[in-house]
């Protein structure tokens, strides 16, 4: 009795917070302009905090949401998207999340942007709804390189053009994942998503800029991660997307480190 008791408590206060941390934590990255500081007295401000709520509460349900709230020069533009591939559940708590940490990571900035690997959400007082953005990226590169170079880039090339295709097809809002086995043992597996509010020659865009970094920043990495506030670029040598592959899921994924890109 004691030590199931015992169990009880090592699992609600060691094991628990952990548990629950794992899809909460820190974002992949966040982008706050500095050129847009504003202060607590601002319209602006509380502009914001309506358009958050909005996102919060009402884009989980679809997976994506633009919004504005305010008016004139005041007025506030938000958007929040979860990869398509996600669970409403894991987009729930990833729109939380990101709600939550937008403001305290960017608290004086009306354009702010922040990142996850199951979601996106964005504000600013200028409008940017339909537009490319490919400004500043963001990439997580694993620091190991593959040992072929020349046939996983022409393998990765192949399925990149894949997906990329899938992506601009209307029914599939943005979202192209597939995979490709490279040796019996090895299968590549890769992800790419638009925002939803961009037409399809804009998500071709943004693709194309985001694939076109791989010769000079992904370099033969064994796994790449390319953010922009339009699209999400991701490739891996592991099952990453859902459904997860669950023969491959025990594959060790190495180290990755993140670099800031700005054109
Ligand atoms: C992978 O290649 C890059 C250069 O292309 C090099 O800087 C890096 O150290 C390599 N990584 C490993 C683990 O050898
Ligand atoms: C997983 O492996 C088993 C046994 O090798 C196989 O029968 C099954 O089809 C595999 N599943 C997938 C999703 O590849």
Redesign the pocket.
Known sequence: MTSLFNLLLFFFFLVLPFVSNAQSDDPLGQFCNQDTVISKASPIWSNIDHVLTELVSKAPSTGFLTTSYGSGNDKVYGLAQCRGDVSQDDCSSCIQDAGKQIRQLCPDQADARIWYDYCFLRYDDKTFIGEVDTYSGIFYINVENVTDPGKFNKELGRLMDRIEADAVVPENRGLGKSETKLTPFITLYALVQCTRDLPKLSCAQCLAIAVGNFPAICNSRKGCRVLYSSCYVRYELYPFFFPL????SNIARGQTIKKLVYP
Not at 245 to 248: H, K, L, Q, S
């Open positions: 592959d669950r023969n491959d």
